[in-house]
T-cell receptor
């Protein structure tokens, strides 16, 4: 079945470090891909998305590129801040089905 | 309100009791989704409504779980004869058809 695999955390970085959180997916067809973020004590929010191959989603300095050849959607940020500390979820949606399939989440800690 | 609201925010119940969880979607959103977030399983899809009908109930874990939606708006997720493994955060999301899903803050259910 369809699934999303992302690197396990927690990931701990110093402020201003470069961030990569790996995500790969298994799905038939052409799913849309997402990164969601859950800040401490808050609800789940969409961070960025890409709907077709080679699309790049970006928001708040984060980027991810939809790579169909490697079935990947890695999240990157050039310089992280303490305020980026959160749990990040990679996800896919089969456009016909509408439901979102999530990875297990990666907890990110940024140290000042 | 502007966002998806859920009630109660926290629910503690005894094993074997029934519980009802409520979701108020964003006004005008035709699609409504229930997900469950638990430590062992991550974020799992439960059920999806388009209007008042549920074309996809594939994620409901057992026949103890049911959901309904009335008037194309409020939805109730009911868990009968709760078990300890039902303890989780239950998230509701709404969207326009195949649009971005907006998540509520969740209901934390604890079954003693």
């Amino acid at each position: 079945g369809d699934s999303v695999t992302q690197m396990e955390g927690p990931v701990t970085l110093s402020e201003e470090a470069f961030l990569t959180i790996n995500c790969t997916y298994t799905a038939t067809g052409y799913p849309s891909l997402f990164w969601y973020v859950q800040y401490p004590g808050e609800g789940l929010q969409l961070l960025l998305k890409a709907t077709k191959a080679d699309d790049k989603g970006s928001n708040k300095g984060f980027e991810a590129t939809y790579r169909k050849e490697t079935t990947s959607f890695h999240l990157e940020k050039g310089s992280v801040q303490v305020s980026d500390s959160a749990v990040y979820f990679c996800a896919l949606m089969k456009n016909r089905d509408d439901k979102i399939i999530f990875g297990k989440g990666t907890r990110l800690h940024i140290l000042p | 309100g502007a966002g998806v609201s859920q009630s109660p925010s926290n629910k503690v119940t005894e094993k074997g009791k029934d519980v009802e969880l409520r979701c108020d979607p964003i006004s005008g959103h035709t699609a409504l989704y229930w997900y469950r977030q638990s430590l062992g399983q991550g974020l799992e899809f439960l059920i999806y409504f388009q209007g008042n009908s549920a074309p996809d109930k594939s994620g409901l874990p057992s026949d103890r779980f049911s959901a309904e939606r009335t008037g194309g708006s409020v939805s109730t997720l009911t868990i009968q004869r709760t078990q300890q493994e039902d303890s989780a955060v239950y998230l509701c999301a709404s969207s326009l058809r195949q649009g971005e899903q907006f998540f509520g803050p969740g209901t934390r259910l604890t079954v003693l």
